[in-house]
């Protein structure tokens, strides 16, 4: 579970404020850019498997985000889930593009997770099966299987990254 990026009442609070004087100048985006590079980084890498072009598509990420910061609402949503949405497009649109295949780089220690066991005691055919049932899944499909288990979102949160909208209408997509 990755609880570096989950905010309780008063982290939201400073986060609201941050957004709120970024928007007012753009000088003050350092510490929202500070505390989510890392995630956003590591979510585009696992999609590229190339460091160069995560950096590359992870600068333009914040890039987008700062250019559009002023057009931000809050949904009731944490402020990730909008830089999550933005770095999932960004990454869509290389892939069309560059009109090559999407890869999603797993580590051992997600591995580890899935199959609840520890790294050192894989089984090689649990592995195997795993790796084909994985490789049978959609994009999209892979994309909501990591927020949900290996960034620990909330079904909302990753029907917005995904770009769904409400049923009941509290929040629409970008």
């Avoid at 999603?104 to 090689?124: A, P, Q, R, T, Y």
Wanted: hydrophobic letters at 40%; one cysteine or more; glycine letters at 4%.
């Amino acid at each position: 579970m990755n609880n570096a990026y989950h905010l309780d009442q008063p982290a939201i609070a400073v986060e609201r404020e941050w957004i709120s004087a970024a928007k007012k100048d753009p000088k003050c985006f350092s510490p929202i850019y500070d505390r989510y590079f890392d995630a956003i980084f590591v979510f585009i890498y696992r999609r590229t498997g190339n460091e160069d072009l995560a950096a590359d598509l992870c600068s333009a990420t914040f890039l987008k985000a700062l250019q559009y910061l002023k057009r931000y609402e809050d949904r009731g949503l944490p402020f990730a889930a909008w830089l999550y949405r933005i770095a999932s497009n960004e990454v869509n649109k290389f892939y069309r593009k560059t009109k090559k295949r999407m890869v999603f780089i797993l580590e051992e220690s997600m591995v580890g997770k899935i199959l609840n066991v520890e790294e050192d005691n894989f089984d090689e055919e649990r592995i195997t099966q795993l790796s084909y049932y994985l490789g049978t899944l959609s994009t999209t499909e892979l994309m909501m299987l990591e927020l949900r288990f290996f960034e620990s979102k909330g079904f909302k949160e990753i029907a917005y990254i995904n770009g769904y909208k409400s049923i009941k209408g509290n929040w629409r997509g970008m």
